[in-house]
Nanobody, 112 residues
Framework: QVKLIESGGGSVQVGGSLRLSCTAS????????LGWFRQAPGKEREFIAS????????RYVDSVKGRFTVSPDYAENAVHLQMNNLEVEDTAVYYC?????WGQGTQVTVSS
């Protein structure tokens, strides 16, 4: 059974940092593309970043570029999302995705 589990969410103040993790079980990343998405209250789920296991390439949307960093953890079969200089607008439930599989999400709340 494939499971993606996000962890590391929490509440921080503006300017703070959090590191999210997406850990996979029952799934070998191989050359897969792992995406990070988020969904703010009342808004649609949006793509924010990705990591390509095959070639190590990362991609970010403009709103997080320079503040968020995606990195692999080969030992843990995981991908981390380091989020720095957080803004109130980053408040959302964060999800990871590989192919058709989604995690359950982890809440990130940024307060001023």
């Amino acid at each position: 059974q494939v499971k993606l589990i996000e962890s590391g969410g929490g509440s921080v103040q503006v300017g703070g940092s959090l590191r999210l993790s997406c850990t996979a079980s029952g799934l070998t990343f191989g050359s897969s593309l792992l995406g990070w998405f988020r969904q703010a209250p009342g808004k649609e789920r949006e793509f924010i970043a990705s990591f390509a296991w095959g070639n190590g390439r990362t991609r970010y949307v403009d709103s997080v570029k320079g503040r968020f960093t995606v990195s692999p953890d080969y030992a843990e079969n995981a991908v981390h999302l380091q989020m720095n200089n957080l803004e109130v607008e980053d408040t959302a439930v964060y999800y990871c995705n590989v192919r058709q599989f989604w995690g359950q999400g982890t809440q990130v709340t940024v307060s001023s």
